[in-house]
């Protein structure tokens, strides 16, 4: 089992930075492979950023590469995702997510096993 925390989503003007934490709860936090989705009104979750297990390997959806970084703490139990150079279009809901098999993030919902409840992040242009 495995719960997740996200926070650090606020409002925040266009070109500003935001850094979103996730905390895990569970033991094996470090066997999991880490996902950060978000949400616009209407619409199903999207990717937005993945990580492997030890961190080694990190990879984006293509409109936040370069501007978003993913990171994790495994001793912490923690997953971070660095939002730089934020646009109006980042508006959304962000999620954390876990899965607890895979070796590769992958970048649908069904691939994750564990989710947060959320945190809004709000980019006024």
């Known amino acids: 089992q495995e719960q997740l925390v996200e926070s650090g989503g606020r409002s925040v003007q266009a070109g500003g930075s935001l850094r979103l934490s996730c905390t895990g709860s569970?033991?094996?936090?470090?066997?999991?492979?880490m996902g950060w989705f978000r949400q616009f009104p209407g619409k199903q979750r999207e990717f937005v950023a993945g990580i492997t297990r030890s961190g080694e390997n990190t990879y984006y959806e293509d409109s936040v590469r370069g501007r978003f970084t993913i990171s994790r703490d495994n001793a912490k139990n923690m997953v971070y995702l660095q939002m730089d150079s934020l646009r109006h279009e980042d508006t959304a809901v962000y999620f954390c997510a876990a899965d607890t098999a895979g070796l590769v993030p992958g970048r649908f919902e069904f691939d994750y096993d564990y989710w947060g409840q959320g945190t809004r992040v709000t980019v006024s242009s």
């Open positions: 569970g033991r094996t936090f470090k066997n999991h492979v």
